[in-house]
């Protein structure tokens, strides 16, 4: 539970969508160690997950803006 709670929780959070009862909510699951553990996985997966959005478009970018590259792709 505490993982679908702190799931939802934090996606609202980052999409600044948190009512202020999930707020609080929120506020008071960082004194709770199994939803600070659960907080802390959902930030993890996110924040990887961006670092790849970030690493995919340096690469793509690289390759659009590389002579040859962007030759061969002709």
Same mark, same amino acid.
């Given at each position: *539970?505490?993982?679908?709670? !702190? !799931?939802?929780?934090? %996606? =609202?959070?980052? !999409?600044? %969508?948190? /009512?202020?009862?999930?707020?609080d909510?929120? @506020?008071?699951?960082? $004194? +709770?160690? #199994? *939803?600070?553990?659960?907080? /802390? #996985?959902?930030?993890?997966?996110?924040?990887?997950? &961006? @670092?790849? +959005? $970030?690493? =995919?478009?340096?690469?793509? !970018?690289?390759?659009?803006? $590389?002579?040859? &590259?962007? +030759? %061969?792709?002709?």
């Amino acid at each position: *539970m505490a993982t679908e709670r !702190s !799931s939802y929780l934090i %996606n =609202q959070l980052i !999409s600044n %969508n948190l /009512s202020e009862a999930e707020l609080d909510e929120f @506020l008071a699951g960082l $004194h +709770q160690d #199994d *939803m600070l553990n659960a907080y /802390s #996985d959902q930030l993890e997966i996110y924040f990887t997950k &961006l @670092l790849n +959005q $970030h690493e =995919q478009s340096i690469i793509q !970018s690289e390759t659009e803006n $590389h002579p040859v &590259l962007k +030759q %061969n792709q002709i």
